[in-house]
């Protein structure tokens, strides 16, 4: 009896150090990723780092403002491993984040990253819920110069206050961190996830979703 719960505490310790950890650490100074290779790993294989030049660690462009005039009023422009192969295997990224005046970046979640978020013009409103059962609302109204952090995994938002253009910049614990938007993820699935299901998980009328899912 006793070695068996040792056994589940051995097992939780090891589940809680995986459930702690980014992205895997590094084993040498660098691996840009070679999106060449046909080889398949968790990241990108390594480039030849005889091979590697000043270039693929640098990305031009982020003091350029992405265009807002879309259905959600803002516009994120990533430089992640898929912009920038030297990131491969450092566990970390970052984005600019351009709002139009009262634009929103829509609810949303990153699987893989906590994200840090500094405002560099105008106001936000930002905020994240927990996880089961409480589902807390944590919110704050940022200024310019105000950092705030979003858990990872932890569904978050930012909606611009101000009657000016917004723009904020965040750092992600991950070269990859993924985005789900809660919104086109639910009723803009491919295919559809049934109405049926729908309608019972937001306690509405069929006939609701079906509105909603149109417009996805
Ligand atoms: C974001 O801005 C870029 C650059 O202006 C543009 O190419 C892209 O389509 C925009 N994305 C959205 C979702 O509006
Ligand atoms: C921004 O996107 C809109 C909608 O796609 C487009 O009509 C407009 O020309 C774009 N503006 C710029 C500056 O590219």
């Not at 462009?61 to 422009?77: E, Q, R």
């Not at 990872?152 to 985005?179: C, D, M, R």
């Not at 938007?181 to 979703?209: C, E, H, M, Y």
Request: glycine share 8%.
């Amino acid at each position: 009896m006793a070695s068996c719960f040792l056994l589940v505490g051995l097992l939780l310790a090891t589940c809680s150090l995986v459930a702690l950890a980014s992205d895997p650490s590094p084993l040498q100074d660098f691996c840009v990723a070679d999106r060449d290779s046909k080889v398949l790993v968790n990241g990108f294989v390594c480039k030849d780092p005889k091979m590697v030049k000043a270039e693929d660690f640098l990305f031009r462009g982020l003091d350029k403002m992405g265009n807002t005039t879309n259905a959600v009023g803002s516009n994120v422009t990533a430089v992640n491993v898929n912009q920038l192969p030297g990131l491969n295997t450092f566990g970390i990224s970052m984005v600019r984040i351009d709002y139009a005046p009262w634009g929103q970046n829509t609810p949303h979640t990153h699987p893989r990253a906590t994200e840090i978020l500094v405002v560099i013009e105008g106001s936000l409103l930002v905020g994240f819920v927990t996880s089961n059962p409480d589902n807390k609302l944590f919110t704050k109204r940022l200024e310019k110069g105000d950092v705030f952090v979003f858990p990872e995994g932890l569904i978050h938002f930012q909606q611009n206050v101000g009657n000016g253009y917004a723009v904020a910049i965040a750092g992600l614990s991950s070269q990859n961190p993924g985005v789900i938007t809660i919104a086109n993820a639910v009723f803009g699935s491919n295919p559809d996830i049934s109405d049926d299901i729908l309608a019972r998980a937001f306690q509405v009328d069929k006939k609701v979703i079906d509105q909603i899912q149109s417009k996805f």
